[in-house]
């Protein structure tokens, strides 16, 4: 039996029951993995996607009826962060209506100030009890 189980050929497993005296050896139908480049050929890489589609892709498989302007729309102006922050709620959540819920969690959109604007507030005052006088 040792040497039938260092050879055992894939898909083959050797069962042991209190019942029998001798090991019981067992063949699945099908190799438990892809060998080689099987794998690669029968399941070929799905291609990148912009993050907006994928966005729309995920939410689309929650709901069918969505439209995926409507879903580009409500993402606009939005952080990614956000973004996979509401759509992990919605995934998680399985609402009935899914692009209100969708929405809902998202929240409105933040407006950034663009790097390089100028402080628009004025100067800046020196507070009144500055210990080190600056």
Do not use: C, W
């Amino acid at each position: 039996t040792k040497i039938k189980l260092a050879t055992l050929p894939k898909g083959e497993l050797m069962v042991r029951h209190p019942h029998f005296t001798q090991p019981v050896f067992v063949r699945f139908p099908r190799p438990p993995v892809l060998a080689g480049p099987l794998g690669v050929q029968r399941f070929p890489p799905v291609s990148d996607v912009a993050f907006e589609e994928a966005v729309v892709r995920q939410l689309a498989a929650l709901d069918r009826d969505t439209d995926p302007a409507k879903i580009k729309q409500a993402i606009a102006g939005h952080r990614e962060e956000a973004i996979r922050r509401a759509l992990l709620a919605t995934k998680r959540t399985r609402p009935d209506n899914v692009l209100s819920f969708f929405s809902a969690a998202l929240g409105p959109p933040v407006s950034r100030p663009r790097v390089g604007d100028s402080f628009a507030g004025g100067t800046l005052l020196k507070a009144v009890d500055d210990p080190y006088g600056t």
